[in-house]
Every structure is written in structure tokens, then in C-alpha cells.
């Protein structure tokens, strides 16, 4: 019997769904689907507001068939604070508890009792070697954000079985627990924010967030041009960063912003490889709904002086062959959706 697993992307600009069956090694697609998320979505605090977007989740999982009511999903990492400690010594369990708590006081601008504290373990130093550190993830969830997403669900009878956080999500999907992977700086481009994650044998060792997303690539255009936001979409989409397009106008909207990401990406970049000389950056991964704008994986390539792929979360999934294309043209944007989805419990 396979075991059907679910994962929600409530995004800024649209929720998307996909459904997996796990049947032994082999992980195939059942379902998969996107509506537009109704504005202003999660950062609305009415009733009403936080109403619409569970209607539009119900509409999102008559329309794909899924009836499994515990699903996975994600809080966006501008909602959350993430940093990776590295100056631990080795430590008992309880040790570690305590002086993650003490450290988590250092970087998290509110009282630690008003978050979800949760760490994950990426290199445990032994008691016999004094010279080694121990090395921990730690992802602190302010409790309101939580519960508004809980609240949510609730109302479109849905029950969060796991809730993580985007980056980690998307860092699955892409690169999986594969530790002969290439060390990859992920860019996952979201409406309102870029996220940023260094991955080494698998696992996450620094992240970032930064508040410039899709919707500042396209009001830069829409003051260019004096366009509607919606004509200036359009344009973003169709000639993005390719230079030969309408005299490069568009390039020349786009590219500060552009510049904004790559210098943030640079700066990530230079951060892990300081800390981890030994172990160099080779490859950018860029997903997101933006990453199929015309142009940017050169773009970036250039910028950054590394190979840029184009983020793939299907890579390792079963599908039918008549799908292939379709899931190609928005692969991207559904990196989140997947690596939930692909969450073990």
C-alpha cells in the first residue's frame, strides 16, 4: 500500500499543492496543483482575510482530487529566525539544550517563550578531541505566526502534521540528503523576499533572507514604463534580462534590482567559504517562481562566476511521460510544495 504525503506552499502570490506516493524506493507523483492566493493572504490579520485564503486552499483540494487531511507545510523564512551556531564544544544533550537556548537570546529579537525553538545537529564534536566544535541548525517559529497558519488550516479542516521552514523544504527538493551533491548556494526567489541557503553533503550550513522578491523586479519595470503592475508582469516575464529585447529597456529596469540578489548572493557566498575554506561553493541552484525569467541563469552565472542551474524538484519523482514537459515549465516554482511533500515523519 503506498503512503500518500502532502505538501502546502501558502506563498504570497499563489498556494500550490503536491501529492506524493511513496511505495518502497520509488516516490511518484498523484497530484499537483496552484491557485491564486488571495490578497492580502497570510499577512492579514482580519478574520475575513485569513477566511479567504481557506477557501481558496478547499477550491485547491477539490480541484486536484486530494482527500488526505495531514499535510505538510511551510512558514516563509521572513517569518522565522534561522542561524547556524558553530562555536559549541562538545556537549551533553541536556548541555546542548541549554546553551542553544542561551545562544538563540543573541539573535532573536523577542522573548525566547514567545517562539518555537526546534535544531537540528549538522556536526557533533566528540569528548575526546578538545579542538573540535559542535555545529547546530537552530530554527526559532514565533508562536503567533504559527497559530495563524494552524488557525487557518483549521478552517479548510486540514491538520498540520509538520511545519518547517521554506528554505529547508526547498533544499530537499533539490538537493536531498545526497552527500556526493556538490556544495550549492540555493536562491529561492519568492514574491516578497529572496531566501538564500549554503548546502554541503546535504545538509544546510548558513541561510539568508532577504526582502527583495518578484514584486520589486516588477514595480521597478511598472515606474520605468509608467505600466499597470499586470502589464509590467507580463513584460518581466516575456523579455526578463535578455539584452537584445526592446533596446534592453527592460534589462536596464530590472537590472538594479537583479543586482540587489546577485551582491546578497556574493556576500553569502564569501561568508560559508570563510568559515569552510575547504569546501568551496560550485554550483547556484535558482528556484522560485522567478527563476524562468528570460535570461537570469546567464545573468547570475556571470555575476557570480559559477555555474547556475535551474532548480529541478521533479528530478527524482515518478511521472507519466505525458506530463514531463507540462511539469518543466514550472518546475521552479514548486520546490517548496515538493520538498514538503518529501518530508519522512
Request: charged letters at 20%; hydrophobic letters at 45%; proline letters at 5%.
Amino acid at each position: 500500500m503506498a503512503k500518500i504525503s502532502v505538501g502546502l506552499d501558502i506563498g504570497f502570490s499563489s498556494i500550490k499543492v503536491v501529492s506524493l506516493a511513496k511505495e518502497g524506493d520509488q516516490t511518484r507523483l498523484v497530484s499537483l496543483g496552484s491557485i491564486p492566493c488571495p490578497q492580502p493572504g497570510m499577512l492579514s490579520d482580519s478574520e475575513i482575510g485569513l477566511q479567504a485564503v481557506s477557501t481558496s486552499i478547499k477550491k485547491l483540494f477539490e480541484a486536484t482530487h486530494i482527500e488526505q487531511k495531514e499535510i505538510n507545510i511551510a512558514l516563509p523564512e521572513s517569518k522565522v529566525f534561522t542561524r547556524v551556531i558553530d562555536d559549541l564544544p562538545y556537549l551533553t544533550d541536556n548541555e546542548l539544550a541549554q546553551a542553544i537556548r542561551y545562544a538563540a537570546e543573541e539573535f532573536i529579537p523577542m522573548p525566547i517563550a514567545e517562539v518555537n525553538l526546534n535544531w537540528q545537529v549538522l556536526f557533533r564534536a566528540d569528548g575526546k578531541n578538545k579542538n573540535t566544535r559542535t555545529i547546530v541548525l537552530v530554527v526559532a517559529s514565533p508562536k503567533n505566526a504559527v497559530e495563524k497558519y494552524i488557525k487557518v488550516l483549521n478552517m479548510a479542516n486540514l491538520h498540520p502534521k509538520i511545519l518547517e521552514t521554506e528554505i529547508i523544504a526547498v533544499t530537499r527538493s533539490l538537493v536531498g540528503n545526497n552527500p556526493f551533491s556538490p556544495s550549492s548556494l540555493i536562491v529561492q526567489l519568492g514574491a516578497t523576499t529572496t531566501d538564500f541557503a549554503t548546502v554541503s553533503k546535504g545538509l544546510i550550513w548558513l541561510t539568508r533572507s532577504i526582502s527583495t522578491g518578484g514584486i520589486a523586479l516588477t514595480r521597478s519595470l511598472a515606474q520605468h514604463f509608467n505600466f499597470e503592475l499586470t502589464q509590467a508582469e507580463e513584460y518581466k516575464k516575456v523579455y526578463g534580462l535578455l539584452e537584445d529585447q526592446l533596446e534592453g529597456k527592460v534589462f536596464e529596469a530590472l537590472k538594479p534590482i537583479i543586482d540587489i540578489i546577485a551582491g546578497e548572493g556574493r556576500r553569502v557566498i564569501q561568508s560559508f567559504e570563510a568559515k569552510y575554506p575547504q569546501d568551496p561553493i560550485k554550483r547556484v541552484v535558482l528556484s522560485g517562481g522567478g527563476a524562468k525569467m528570460p535570461g537570469f541563469v546567464i545573468y547570475l552565472a556571470n555575476a557570480l562566476g559559477l555555474e547556475v542551474q535551474e532548480a529541478d524538484p521533479w528530478y527524482a519523482i515518478a511521472k507519466d511521460k505525458a506530463s514531463v514537459s507540462k511539469l518543466a515549465q514550472d518546475a521552479p516554482s514548486y520546490s517548496v510544495a515538493v520538498g514538503l511533500a518529501l518530508r519522512e515523519d
